[in-house]
């Protein structure tokens, strides 16, 4: 039972337009959300963040949106440019110290 | 700045071979954890450690064990390596009650 999903196995946008990236989850005890982003050959990176007592997280470019009523996150990038090209994981976390939930992840492709 | 090593960017052995996989970090964190990373299945959890002498296992442990006798290293091993084990293997470790921070990773074919 896959707990978070990321139902967009890819997606393409043009350099300086926005991306976004969509995460779903089922288990309502998580409550805390993670985006890492990964190149081919590399670890993922932790990119930013959300406790589930807020609805928006921006670091630069990067803001993350929850929606706890609909299970729903997603990950806005704006302006994408072509280093952002790269595999995105969804992850969540159901109380502190607890492990980490990952979705399959979306592959971004930022054209110039 | 977190830093996770690994020992190995790339590694090829045979089946029925004892492999180690060893991972280091230098920020004194407690908790470390090993995944693998398949295309099309994400991330899956291997073995987890809160503390030195302690493990959990995860989501798919079969087939794996591990070791921690130091705070910083954390190993998986891979007894009698079969080629469905052939894999992205990624080490991670924990800073605070949430986020983990991950190692280069390892490229394991098992032939």
């Known amino acids: 039972d896959q707990q978070v999903k990321q139902n967009s196995p890819s997606l393409s946008v043009q350099e300086g337009r926005i991306s976004i990236l969509n995460c779903d989850y089922t288990?309502?005890?998580?409550?805390?959300f993670l985006w890492y982003k990964k190149y081919p050959a590399e670890g993922p990176t932790f990119l930013i963040s959300?406790?589930?007592?807020?609805d928006k997280n921006e670091d630069g470019r990067f803001t993350v949106f929850l929606n706890k009523s609909a299970k729903h996150l997603s990950l806005h990038i704006v302006p994408s440019q072509p280093g952002d090209s790269a595999v995105y994981f969804c992850a969540a976390s159901a109380g502190g110290y607890s492990t980490l939930t990952f979705g399959k992840g979306t592959m971004l492709l930022v054209s110039p | 700045d977190v830093k996770v090593t690994q020992s190995s960017r790339y590694l090829v052995k045979r089946t029925g071979e004892k492999v180690f996989l060893e991972c280091v970090q230098d920020?004194?964190?407690?908790?470390m954890f090993w995944y693998r990373q398949d295309p099309g299945l994400g991330l899956r959890l291997i073995y987890f450690?809160?503390?030195?002498?302690?493990?959990e296992k995860g989501d798919i442990p079969e087939g794996y064990s591990v070791s921690r006798e130091k705070k910083e290293r954390f190993s998986l091993i891979l007894e009698s390596a079969s080629t469905n084990q052939t894999s992205m293997y990624l080490c991670a470790s924990r800073a605070g009650r949430v986020t983990q921070y991950f190692g280069p990773g390892t490229r394991l074919t098992v032939l």
């Open positions: 288990n309502s005890m998580f409550d805390y």
């Open positions: 920020m004194d964190h407690e908790n």
């Open positions: 450690s809160y503390d030195v002498k302690m493990k």
């Open positions: 959300i406790s589930s007592i807020k």
